[in-house]
C-alpha cells in the first residue's frame, strides 16, 4: 500500500487470489470509481491511513491481524455478498467502525456531547450496536471514555506547563462536570488523589 501524494491518492496492491477470494466478480469491478462520499470510503481510507502509519513498526506477524482491516472494506466497497459480506460487516467493517467511533471520542473528550447517545446519532449506528463494539474488545463505551479521561487528567497534572491551574480546571478539561466523582474515580484509578500526584510530579 503506497500513498502517492500526502492527502492525495493511494495505490494497494492485492494478489488476484486474494482479490477473487474477497469480491468474486473482481474483473468487473477494475477502474470502477468509488462513491468517496460513502461512509463505507471514508472507513476504508481511515483504515488505510491508519495501517500506514503503523507499517513502518509492525513486522509480518503483526501485519497478518492488520490486513483484513482494510480488505474487509474494499470487499464491502466493491459489492461482494454471502459468506464473504457477512465476515467482512462483523470483522472488518466492525474494526473500523470501532476505530472511527474511538477518534471522535477522543477529539471531542471533554465535550458534554460526549455521550453514548451523542456519538451514536453522530455515526447514523444505534447506542446497541456501539455497545456491542466496544463489547467485543472486552471493555464497554463507558469504560473507554472514563479511562481516557483519567489518563488525560493524569497526563495534565504531571505537565510542568499545567501546574498553575486548578485541579477542579483540570477536571473539566478533562470532560469531568462532577469534581467529587472525578476524585473519586481517579483515586481507584491510580491509588492518589489528583493533589497527590501532583505533588509526586514536582
Request: proline letters at 4%; charged letters at 20%.
Given at each position: 500500500?503506497?500513498q502517492?501524494?500526502?492527502?492525495?491518492?493511494?495505490?494497494?496492491r492485492?494478489?488476484?487470489?486474494?482479490?477473487?477470494?474477497?469480491?468474486?466478480?473482481?474483473?468487473?469491478?477494475?477502474?470502477?470509481?468509488?462513491?468517496a462520499?460513502?461512509?463505507?470510503?471514508k472507513?476504508?481510507?481511515?483504515?488505510?491511513?491508519?495501517?500506514?502509519?503503523?507499517?513502518?513498526?509492525?513486522?509480518?506477524?503483526a501485519?497478518?491481524?492488520?490486513?483484513?482491516?482494510?480488505?474487509?472494506p474494499?470487499?464491502?466497497?466493491?459489492?461482494?455478498?454471502?459468506?464473504?459480506?457477512e465476515?467482512?460487516?462483523?470483522?472488518?467493517l466492525?474494526?473500523?467502525?470501532?476505530?472511527?467511533?474511538k477518534?471522535?471520542?477522543?477529539?471531542?473528550?471533554?465535550s458534554?456531547?460526549?455521550?453514548?447517545?451523542?456519538?451514536?446519532?453522530?455515526?447514523?449506528?444505534?447506542?446497541?450496536y456501539?455497545?456491542?463494539?466496544?463489547?467485543?474488545?472486552?471493555?464497554?463505551?463507558?469504560?473507554?471514555?472514563?479511562d481516557?479521561r483519567?489518563?488525560?487528567?493524569?497526563?495534565l497534572?504531571?505537565?510542568?506547563?499545567?501546574?498553575?491551574?486548578k485541579?477542579?480546571?483540570?477536571?473539566?478539561?478533562?470532560?469531568?462536570?462532577?469534581?467529587?466523582y472525578?476524585?473519586?474515580?481517579?483515586k481507584?484509578?491510580?491509588?492518589?488523589?489528583?493533589?497527590?500526584?501532583?505533588?509526586?510530579?514536582?
Amino acid at each position: 500500500m503506497v500513498q502517492a501524494t500526502e492527502g492525495g491518492r493511494w495505490s494497494i496492491r492485492i494478489s488476484s487470489k486474494v482479490l477473487t477470494d474477497i469480491c468474486r466478480n473482481a474483473e468487473n469491478q477494475i477502474a470502477v470509481p468509488l462513491a468517496a462520499s460513502s461512509e463505507l470510503v471514508k472507513l476504508l481510507l481511515q483504515q488505510m491511513d491508519t495501517a500506514h502509519r503503523f507499517r513502518p513498526k509492525l513486522n509480518s506477524a503483526a501485519n497478518q491481524p492488520v490486513a483484513p482491516h482494510v480488505l474487509d472494506p474494499i470487499a464491502l466497497c466493491r459489492g461482494t455478498t454471502g459468506d464473504v459480506a457477512e465476515l467482512a460487516i462483523n470483522r472488518g467493517l466492525a474494526a473500523a467502525r470501532l476505530d472511527a467511533i474511538k477518534s471522535a471520542i477522543l477529539r471531542d473528550l471533554a465535550s458534554p456531547g460526549t455521550t453514548l447517545g451523542g456519538i451514536a446519532g453522530g455515526f447514523g449506528l444505534s447506542t446497541r450496536y456501539i455497545q456491542y463494539l466496544f463489547q467485543i474488545t472486552g471493555t464497554s463505551f463507558t469504560d473507554f471514555v472514563l479511562d481516557r479521561r483519567l489518563s488525560l487528567a493524569h497526563r495534565l497534572l504531571r505537565d510542568p506547563m499545567h501546574r498553575s491551574r486548578k485541579v477542579s480546571d483540570i477536571a473539566m478539561t478533562a470532560g469531568f462536570s462532577d469534581i467529587s466523582y472525578f476524585n473519586r474515580a481517579f483515586k481507584a484509578r491510580f491509588g492518589a488523589t489528583p493533589t497527590d500526584v501532583r505533588a509526586q510530579s514536582k
